[in-house]
């Protein structure tokens, strides 16, 4: 079974500048998380679906960032524009329900120049 | 407060030994997870083990076993037999129930210990 899919791997761009991250989950997963990991530090929530609503979105920074959940299964992060300090790596994670296991993906790391 | 405190930034054990992870924990919530993960340098958070607060016998995986004191409030990750693919980053994690809506089984990590496994 394939684990949690998360595209690009790698992505450099100029600030200012927008980005976007697609995530796929595991299939059948209902609770989708992103999850933003800075150098040195644990990973932290930005946003959690249950399906196609957004039920805790208190640590995303709205004025820049967006998160949308359509259909219930893939989701995107964007960021636009983007700004020096938000190079870190954004991790996509899914559940089966938000009290069971979270497992992540690989992560899609972001360099801003 | 940290929720989650992780003192070893960095750990060495030899290959075939055995190793613990320290991690203590910080909540008021009698209904709580703990989670150990294993973040290798290609990036992904791989998931090593769980320990509910109300579990009776510590857990294990394999390997991995956790070593959980609740009155000190401490979920210690033992690894035993080490290899050398077991060089990486682990990060213990903690999920309250903290009743329903936002905030809610929220996922909050420690700082990480960086093991290496020393041929």
């Known amino acids: 079974e394939a684990g949690v899919v998360q595209s690009p791997r790698y992505k450099i761009i100029e600030k200012k500048q927008p980005v976007a991250f697609w995530c796929n989950p595991i299939?059948?997963?209902?609770?989708l998380y992103w999850y933003l990991q800075n150098l040195g530090q644990g990973p932290e929530l930005l946003i959690r679906y249950e399906n196609e609503e957004a039920v805790d979105d208190s640590q995303l920074p709205k004025d820049r960032f967006s998160a949308e959940r359509l259909k219930g299964v893939d989701s995107t992060l964007k960021i636009q524009p983007a700004e020096l300090g938000d190079s870190a790596v954004y991790l996509c994670?899914?559940?089966?329900?938000?009290?069971?296991?979270?497992?992540f993906g690989e992560g899609s790391w972001l360099t801003v120049v | 407060a940290q929720k989650i405190t992780q003192t070893q930034p960095g750990m060495f054990v030899q290959e075939k030994e055995a190793v613990t992870l320290d991690c203590t924990y910080d909540t008021s919530d009698p209904s709580y997870g703990l989670f150990w993960y294993k973040q290798p340098s290609s990036g992904e958070m791989i998931f090593l083990i769980y320990?509910?607060?109300?579990?009776?016998q510590n857990a294990t995986e394999g390997r991995y076993s956790l070593n959980f004191q609740k009155a000190r409030k401490s979920a210690n990750l033992v690894i035993s037999a080490s290899q050398l693919g077991d060089s990486a980053m682990y990060f213990c994690a903690m999920r309250e129930a903290g009743g329903t809506g936002a905030g809610s089984y929220q996922l909050t990590f420690g700082k990480g210990t960086k093991l290496s496994v020393i041929p």
């Open positions: 320990q509910g607060s109300y579990d009776q």
């Open positions: 299939s059948g997963h209902n609770t």
């Open positions: 994670a899914s559940s089966l329900g938000s009290g069971n296991t979270i497992y």
